[in-house]
Nanobody
C-alpha cells in the first residue's frame, strides 16, 4: 500500500524557518518525481516545488530563493526547507508522488497519483 506521511509543520513567526519531511512507501521512489503543494482555506491546490528523479528542481515564483526541495533516496524521503516564511505561506502542505518512472514532474496537481494527508503550516505576523 502506497503511503506518504508528512511531518514538520507548525506555528512560526514571520521570518522564521520550518523543515517539512515526507516519507514515502512507494515502489521505485528514486525514479519518481515528487512534489509539494499547499492549500490555503478557501483556495485550491497551489504548486510549491518539485524534484525530479535526477534531482533537478522547479519552484513557484513566490517561494524561489526562500524554499529548497531535496530528496534522500536511501530514506525514501523528500524535504522542503522553508526559510524567511511569510504569513501568506500559511496553508496545509502536502507531498505528492508521480506515477511513472523517469517522467518529469509537473506543477499540475492532477498529474500526481499519490498524496499524503498534509501538515499545517501557520506563519504569524
Amino acid at each position: 500500500q502506497v503511503q506518504l506521511v508528512e511531518s514538520g509543520g507548525g506555528l512560526v513567526q514571520a521570518g522564521g524557518s520550518l523543515r517539512l519531511s515526507c516519507e514515502a512507501s512507494v515502489r521505485a521512489f528514486s525514479y519518481l518525481a515528487m512534489g509539494w503543494f499547499r492549500q490555503a482555506p478557501g483556495k485550491g491546490h497551489e504548486f510549491v516545488a518539485l524534484i525530479n528523479w535526477d534531482s533537478s528542481t522547479k519552484y513557484v515564483d513566490s517561494v524561489e530563493g526562500r524554499f529548497t526541495i531535496s530528496r534522500d533516496n536511501a530514506k525514501s524521503t523528500v524535504y522542503l526547507q522553508m526559510n524567511s516564511l511569510k504569513p501568506e505561506d500559511t496553508a496545509v502542505y502536502s507531498c505528492a508522488a508521480g506515477s511513472v518512472a523517469y517522467r518529469r514532474g509537473s506543477s499540475d496537481f492532477r498529474d500526481y497519483a499519490k498524496w499524503g494527508q498534509g501538515t499545517q503550516v501557520t506563519v504569524s505576523s
